[in-house]
C-alpha cells in the first residue's frame, strides 16, 4: 500500500515539475519576446494556470483520498464553489502579509497580486485538492504529528518548502549588485517556485527515506 | 563563589565593553593633528632664522606659479605613464617625462586606497583618518586645513570639475564647478566628456588661478573590465590628448604674464589586477605624480628615474608654490625638485618653513619630540640656517657662502625626512596589536557566556564561578608570562605606534592579567560542560525535545542577522533585516496561537503526553537547557486548554487578533522613516508630516499620540505619577509648540519662536520626579517588604519615566513610533505573552527584536549621518558635554531601551524570582554575540573598499549598542538584587 503510494507520489510529483518546465518553454513557441525576467508577469500567469491544471487532473485521475461520501451534483458544485471562493480568499490573504512584510500599497499592486495568486496556486491549491475546502483539516495537517497519508505528508513538504523558498527569495532584493531579478517580487515568485519544485523533488524521496518510521494513524 | 546569571551576565558585558574599546582603539588610530585646527585664521609665518643680523623677510614667500591646473585621473596606476602603457598611449606625456620641463615622481597612496581619504590626503597632507568623519557628523565637508581652503581665503579664484566629491569635501570653495556621479560604473565616456566640454571655454577664459579636474573614466574601465583592457589604451590616449591641450593653453598663455604656471596629473589611488582598489598592494598604491612647468630647467640628457615620494607631499608643494601656509597637520615633506631652481636663499626659507610646520606637529603629538632625531636635526639646521643668512647680509655672493649654503640645504632635507617619517608613523596603520587583544577579550566572554548556558538557565539561575582557582593554577601564570613575553617582544620590535604599547606597564600587565583570567575560566568551564556531557550521554535517553518553530526561527534569525553582516548592502539596509524578522515573528506567534487557540482535535493531549515522555527521560539532566525549555512547554501545553476554557470571548478574539494587528502596526511604522541607503530617497510619511505646509497634520498627530501615550502608561501608575506623567506630556507638547514644530489650536500664527528651554526644564523635572518616585517605591519594597505590588508598580513608574524622557526627546513626527511600540508591548503582554506562556529566553529575544527593529522605526541607520543631534539640546542653553551626549545617546537607542525596560516590569509583574535573572543573561548572550562576530568580520574586511562608509561607522553603532547593553544588563542586575532581597 504505502509503496505503491510512494511509486504515485513520485510520478505525480514529476508531472507537476514537468508543467513548471513546460511553462518556461512553451510560451516562447507562441508569444514573441518571452522570457522569464522580461515578461513576468505572463509567465506567472501561465505557470500558476498550468500548474493548477496539472493539480486538478491529477486530483481527478489519482483521486488520493478517495472516499466514498455522497457525490451528487449540487454537493460537486457547492465543493467547488467553496473551493474558489477559498482560493480567492487565500490570493487575498497573501496579498495582505506581503504588504505587512513590506511590499509597495499603491504602486506594482498587480505584480504583487499575481505573486500572490502563484504562492497559492503553489500551496492552496494542492491543499484545496487533497483536502477539500476544509479548514480544520487544513490544520490538523500543519500541525505536529497531524498527517494522516503519505499524500499529507507531501503536502505539508511542498507546502512549507514554497512558503521558505518564497521567504528566502526575499534576502537578494537590498543587496547592490543590479541585476534584473532583484526587483519585487521577481527573486520572490522565483524563489518560491524553486522551493515548491524542491518540496516537489524531495518530499517522496524522504518519505521513501524514512517510511520505516513513519506511521500514519489510519493504516 | 556563586553568582547570579544576570550579575554573571552583567560582569561579563562589561569586561566585553573593555574588549570592544580596546579594539576600537586599535581599529580607529588617534589621528596626528594640530591643536589649533580647528581654526583657520593665519598665524603668521615662521620668520627667517638670523643669528644676530635683522632679516626683514617676515611675510609669506610670493607665489612661485601663477596658475595651477590639477588633472586628477581615477586609478592612474604609475605605469599606466611611466610604464610601456604610457609610451604607447601617451606620447604627449611620455615627451614630457623624459624631455620637458618637468619633474615625476611615484606617489605611494596609504590605505585605504577610496578616492574621498585620498582627495583629503592629497589636499590636506595628513593621513585622514575615521575619527574625522565622526567628528564632522552630518556634513560631509572638510574641516582641516587645506589646500583650497586657504586658496580660497588668499583671494584664489578655483573652478572644479570632474567627481562631485570635491564639491561635497569643498562646499562654496569654487566660483563655478560641475560634479560628476560615480555612480554608474559601466559609463566611462559621458562622465569624462563632462569634464573635457569644459576646458576650451575655461582654457581660452584664463579669469582663474586653481582648476581642478576629476576624471573618473579610468576607473570605472579597471571596475568593469581591469587593467589589461583594450579601453584603458584608448582612454590613456584621451587623457593624453587632454593633457598636451591644457599644456599648451598654459605655454601660450604664459608668454603674457611673468610668472610661469604649474600642471600637475596625478591619480588618487591605483589599481589591483583585477581592475578593483581598496587595500593595500603595490599597484593599488602606486601612483604617478607629475609637475609640468616652464620653471622647471632642464639640461639636454638628463635622464631621471621618477623617485618615490608619499602622496601627501603634495599638499606642501602646492601651498609653497602658491605661495599660501602650508596646511597645519600636513606630515608631507616639500617635493625639493620643484624648488631647485630658485636662488638659495628662497629655497632654505621655503624648507625652513616645512620644517617649522613638521615640527611644530611633532610637539603636539609626540610628548618626548626633543629626544626625536628630526627635532635635533631641525635644530641643527636652523643654527646653520641663521648663520648663513648673517653671512649672505653681510658680503655677497661667494663661494663660502655656496657651498654653506648647499650644507644647510642637505641639513634641512635631511631633518624633514626625518620628520615626516615620524609623523606618518603616527598614524596610517591599523594599530593591529590592540585589534588582537580586543577581539581575543571579546571572544573569550563570549565562549564563557555560551558555555554557562546550561548552567546559567537552569531553574536555580546561579552558576559557579571559579575565581580562586584560576589565580593559583599553573595555567594563568604561564599564560600570563607567555603573554608578557609576546607584549615585549610586541612593543619592542613594532615600527608603528601602538596603544597598547604607550600604556603604562601597570595597566597593559592588568590586560595580561584579565586576558588569561578569562583564558583560565574558559577552560575550567569547557572541562565541566564536558563532564556533564560525557554523563549525559551515559545515561543515554537524555533530551530529544525538540525545537519550537518558533526556537527555530529565533535561532536561525540570530544567526543569519549575524552572518548578514558581511555584506556591505545588509549592512546599509540592515533596517529591512530587522523588519523581515518581525514580521516573521509576528507570522510565528500566529501559527502558534491558532494551533493553539483554534478548536483543534485531538492532538493536544498527545503532544501534552508526548512532552511529559521527554521530561522523564531527561530529569537527571534538569539543569539543561533543552530541558528546562521541555518543563516550560510541558507546562504550556498542558495549561493552553484549560486556559482557553477561562479565556472570555472578547479576550479570545483579541489574541486571534493580536498578531494581525501587530503587524499592521509594523507597517505603519515602516512607512513612517524611510532608512537606509536604496530606498531612502523615497517619499514617507514622515517627510510629509514635518514639512511646513502639514503643520496643523502634525500638531493634531502629535496630541493624539500623546493622548495615547497617556492612556496606555496611566493604567498602572500611582496617582501621583499619573498626574506627573499628565503635566510631562503636557510639557512636552508646549515645547513642541515653542519651537515651532506644532500649533496651538489658539495660536495660529506661528510668531515668536524660542528654544523652548523653560517649557523642556518643565519636562526634564516631572521625568525626575517620576523617576524617583519609582525608586522610592522600589526601595520602600526592599526595605519594608511592602511585597510585590510596590515593586510592579515601581519598576513601571521607571518606565514611564523612560516613556515621557522620550516623548520629549524624539522628534514630533517619531511620536506616533512610540505610541505603537507601547501598544504593541500592551497587546503582545496581555495577549501574547501571557496566555501562550512563553519562556523566559523566548521573551527576551522577542524583547530584543523588536527593540532592534524600533531602533530603525525611529528613522535611525547605520549612517552617522542619521544620529539626531538635535535631542542634545534640549533644554539646554548651551552645548553642555556629558548631558548632550546623554541625551542624545538616549534618544538615538530609546527604542531598545524602552523596550528592555518594558521586559523588565513585565517579568517582575510577571513571572517567578529566577526570570529577571535569566532574562540578563539571555539579553547579554544576545547583545554580545552580533558584535563579537562583526569585529571579527571587520578585521577581516579592513582593506574592503566600503571599510570607511559602512563598516566602520556600523561598527561604532555596534560598540554603542554594546555599551547600551551593557547599561541595560547593569539595571536587570540591580533589579534582581532589590528582588532576591526582598
Known amino acids: 500500500m504505502k509503496d505503491t503510494d510512494i511509486k504515485r507520489l513520485l510520478y505525480t510529483h514529476s508531472l507537476c515539475i514537468f508543467s513548471i518546465i513546460l511553462s518556461i518553454f512553451i510560451p516562447s513557441f507562441f508569444l514573441e519576446n518571452f522570457s522569464i525576467l522580461e515578461t513576468h508577469l505572463t509567465w506567472l500567469c501561465i505557470c500558476s494556470v498550468f500548474v493548477t491544471a496539472v493539480n486538478l487532473v491529477l486530483y481527478l485521475v489519482v483521486k488520493p483520498n478517495a472516499s466514498s461520501k455522497r457525490s451528487s451534483l449540487s454537493f460537486k458544485v457547492t465543493r467547488f464553489v467553496k473551493c474558489c471562493v477559498y482560493f480567492l480568499m487565500s490570493c487575498f490573504t497573501f496579498h495582505v502579509i506581503f504588504v505587512l512584510y513590506g511590499a509597495p500599497l499603491i504602486e506594482l499592486v498587480l505584480e504583487t497580486f499575481l505573486f500572490a495568486v502563484t504562492l497559492s496556486t503553489f500551496t492552496t491549491v494542492p491543499c484545496l485538492c487533497l483536502l477539500g475546502p476544509n479548514i480544520k483539516a487544513w490544520l490538523r495537517v500543519f500541525s505536529r504529528n497531524g498527517v494522516t497519508s503519505v499524500w499529507e505528508n507531501s503536502l505539508q513538504i511542498t507546502t512549507i518548502s514554497s512558503f521558505v523558498g518564497a521567504w528566502l527569495g526575499a534576502f537578494p532584493i537590498p543587496l547592490d549588485w543590479e541585476r534584473p531579478w532583484q526587483v519585487w517580487p521577481i527573486s520572490c515568485t522565483l524563489g518560491a517556485t524553486f522551493g515548491y519544485v524542491a518540496g516537489l523533488f524531495i518530499s517522496p524521496l524522504w518519505i521513501y527515506w524514512n517510511r520505516k518510521q513513519l506511521t500514519y494513524k489510519n493504516n | ?982
Not at chain 2, 566602520?952 to 544588563?969: D, F, N, Q
Open chain 2, 1 to 982: 563563589m556563586r553568582l547570579g546569571s544576570g550579575t554573571f551576565a552583567a560582569c561579563c558585558v562589561v569586561v566585553e565593553v573593555l574588549g570592544v574599546v580596546l579594539f576600537l582603539r586599535g581599529f580607529f588610530p588617534a589621528p596626528v593633528r594640530s591643536s589649533s585646527s580647528s581654526k583657520h585664521q593665519a598665524e603668521p609665518p615662521a620668520p627667517e632664522p638670523s643669528a644676530g643680523a635683522s632679516s626683514n623677510w617676515t611675510k609669506l614667500p610670493p607665489p612661485l606659479f601663477s596658475k595651477v591646473v590639477i588633472v586628477l585621473i581615477d586609478a592612474l596606476r604609475d605605469d599606466f605613464v611611466f610604464g610601456s602603457k604610457g609610451v604607447k598611449f601617451m606620447p604627449y606625456t611620455t615627451y614630457l617625462v623624459e624631455k620637458g620641463a618637468s619633474h615625476s615622481f611615484v606617489a605611494e597612496a596609504k590605505p585605504p586606497t577610496v578616492t574621498m581619504p585620498r582627495i583629503k590626503a592629497l589636499m590636506t597632507g595628513s593621513v585622514p583618518g575615521f575619527i574625522d568623519v565622526v567628528m564632522n557628523l552630518n556634513s560631509p565637508a572638510l574641516l582641516e586645513d587645506n589646500v583650497i581652503t586657504q586658496a580660497k581665503a588668499a583671494g584664489k579664484r578655483i573652478i572644479s570639475y570632474g567627481d562631485e566629491t570635491w564639491v561635497k569635501l569643498f562646499p562654496k570653495h569654487f566660483v563655478e564647478y560641475d560634479g560628476t556621479t560615480s555612480f554608474f560604473v559601466s559609463d566611462y565616456t559621458e562622465v569624462d566628456e563632462n569634464v573635457t566640454r569644459h576646458l576650451d571655454k575655461v582654457l581660452k577664459r584664463g579669469d582663474w588661478d586653481v582648476l581642478i579636474l576629476h576624471y573618473l573614466g579610468l576607473d570605472h574601465i579597471g571596475h568593469v573590465s581591469g587593467p589589461s583592457s583594450p579601453l584603458i589604451g584608448r582612454k590613456l590616449s584621451e587623457m593624453d590628448g587632454v593633457l598636451m591641450k591644457i599644456h599648451t593653453a598654459l605655454l601660450s598663455e604664459e608668454r603674457e604674464t611673468l610668472l610661469p604656471s604649474l600642471l600637475v596629473l596625478c591619480g588618487d589611488h591605483g589599481m589591483s589586477e583585477t581592475g578593483g582598489h581598496g587595500a593595500s598592494s603595490t599597484e593599488e598604491v602606486s601612483t604617478p605624480l607629475l609637475l609640468v612647468s616652464s620653471a622647471f630647467e632642464r639640461k639636454p640628457g638628463d635622464i631621471r628615474h621618477p623617485k618615490h615620494v608619499q602622496q601627501t607631499d603634495l599638499a606642501a608643494t602646492l601651498a609653497i608654490g602658491l605661495g599660501l601656509p602650508i596646511p597645519k597637520n600636513s606630515v608631507g615633506h616639500l617635493l625639493f625638485p620643484a624648488i631647485e631652481g630658485k636662488p638659495m636663499r628662497e629655497q632654505l626659507r621655503f624648507l625652513h618653513l616645512n620644517t617649522v610646520q613638521l615640527t611644530k606637529l611633532l610637539q603636539e603629538n609626540v610628548p618626548s619630540y626633543e629626544k626625536e632625531p628630526g627635532f635635533e636635526q631641525f635644530k641643527i639646521s636652523e643654527r646653520l640656517h641663521g648663520n648663513w643668512i648673517r653671512l649672505y647680509l653681510e658680503e655677497n655672493n661667494s663661494e663660502v657662502l655656496f657651498n654653506l649654503g648647499t650644507k644647510v640645504r642637505r641639513q634641512y632635507l635631511d631633518a624633514l625626512k626625518t620628520l615626516s617619517l615620524s609623523l606618518s608613523r603616527q598614524v596610517a596603520q591599523y594599530d593591529v596589536y590592540s585589534m588582537v587583544v580586543g577581539t581575543v577579550v571579546v571572544l573569550e566572554v563570549l565562549t564563557l557566556l555560551l558555555l554557562s548556558i546550561p548552567q546559567a538557565l537552569s531553574s536555580k539561575a546561579e552558576l559557579e564561578v571559579p575565581l580562586l582557582s584560576p589565580v593559583f593554577s599553573l595555567l594563568f601564570y604561564l599564560t600570563f608570562l607567555v603573554l608578557s613575553a609576546v607584549h615585549v617582544i610586541v612593543c619592542t620590535s613594532t615600527e608603528s605606534s601602538c596603544y597598547l604599547c604607550s600604556l603604562s606597564w601597570l595597566t597593559a600587565g592588568g590586560v595580561m592579567v584579565l586576558v588569561s583570567a578569562l583564558l583560565c575560566a574558559v577552560v575550567s568551564a569547557l572541562t565541566k560542560v564536558l563532564v556533564r556531557g560525557k554523563l549525559l550521554s551515559k545515561n543515554a535517553a537524555h533530551s530529544n525535545s525538540r525545537w519550537s518553530e518558533l526556537d527555530l526561527l529565533i535561532l536561525l534569525g540570530t544567526l543569519g542577522h549575524v552572518l548578514s553582516l558581511g555584506a556591505s548592502s545588509f549592512i546599509e539596509e540592515e533596517h529591512q533585516t530587522w523588519y523581515f524578522l518581525v514580521s516573521t515573528l509576528c507570522l510565528a506567534l500566529c501559527h502558534d496561537i491558532y494551533r493553539n487557540y483554534l478548536p483543534g482535535d485531538d492532538c493536544e493531549p498527545q503532544r501534552c503526553l508526548h512532552v511529559e515522555g521527554g521530561f522523564d527521560g531527561a530529569t537527571p539532566a534538569l539543569q539543561d537547557k533543552n530541558t528546562s525549555s521541555a518543563v516550560l512547554e510541558l507546562n504550556r501545553g498542558c495549561k493552553s486548554p484549560s486556559s482557553l476554557g477561562t479565556l472570555r470571548g472578547y479576550e479570545k478574539w483579541m489574541v486571534l487578533a493580536s498578531p494581525w494587528v501587530i503587524l499592521t502596526c509594523c507597517r505603519l511604522l515602516r512607512s513612517l522613516n524611510q532608512t537606509g541607503v536604496q530606498w531612502a530617497h523615497r517619499p514617507d510619511l514622515g517627510h510629509w508630516l514635518t514639512s511646513s505646509d502639514h503643520k496643523a497634520a502634525l500638531s493634531v498627530l502629535a496630541a493624539l499620540s500623546l493622548a495615547v501615550i497617556f492612556a496606555l502608561i496611566q493604567r498602572r501608575c500611582s496617582p501621583a505619577s499619573k498626574v506627573a506623567m499628565a503635566l510631562g506630556l503636557l510639557g512636552v507638547y508646549c515645547y513642541r509648540a515653542a519651537i515651532g514644530n506644532v500649533l496651538f489650536p489658539w495660536q495660529q500664527d506661528n510668531k515668536d519662536i524660542s528654544k523652548g528651554i523653560l517649557e523642556a526644564r518643565f519636562v526634564y523635572v516631572f521625568v525626575l520626579g517620576i523617576l524617583f518616585t519609582g525608586t522610592k517605591d522600589l526601595l520602600k519594597s526592599q526595605v519594608v517588604a511592602a511585597g510585590f505590588t510596590v515593586k510592579t508598580v515601581g519598576l513601571w513608574e521607571l518606565y514611564s519615566g523612560f516613556v515621557l524622557l522620550a516623548a520629549l526627546l524624539l522628534r514630533p513626527h517619531n511620536l506616533p513610533v512610540l505610541v505603537l511600540s507601547l501598544l504593541i508591548q500592551t497587546l503582545m503582554a496581555k495577549f501574547v505573552w501571557k496566555p501562550l506562556r512563553h519562556d523566559v529566553a523566548k521573551v527576551t529575544v522577542m524583547h530584543y527584536w523588536f527593540g532592534q527593529a524600533f531602533f530603525y522605526f525611529q528613522g535611525n541607520s547605520n549612517n552617522i549621518a542619521t544620529v539626531d543631534i538635535s535631542a542634545g539640546f534640549v533644554g539646554l542653553d548651551t552645548y553642555v558635554e556629558i548631558p548632550a551626549i546623554f541625551l542624545t545617546a538616549f534618544a538615538t537607542y530609546a527604542g531598545p531601551v524602552l523596550w528592555a525596560s518594558h521586559l523588565v516590569s513585565f517579568l517582575s509583574s510577571e513571572a517567578s524570582s529566577s526570570a529577571l535573572s535569566h532574562a540578563g543573561f539571555c539579553y547579554a548572550l544576545i547583545g554580545s554575540f552580533p558584535v563579537s562576530a562583526y569585529i571579527i568580520l571587520v578585521t577581516s574586511l579592513r582593506y574592503h573598499l566600503f571599510i570607511w562608509s559602512v563598516f566602520s561607522p556600523k561598527l561604532l553603532y555596534e560598540g554603542m549598542h554594546l555599551l547600551i547593553t551593557a547599561a541595560v544588563c547593569v539595571f536587570f542586575t540591580a533589579m534582581d538584587q532589590t528582588n532576591t532581597k526582598s
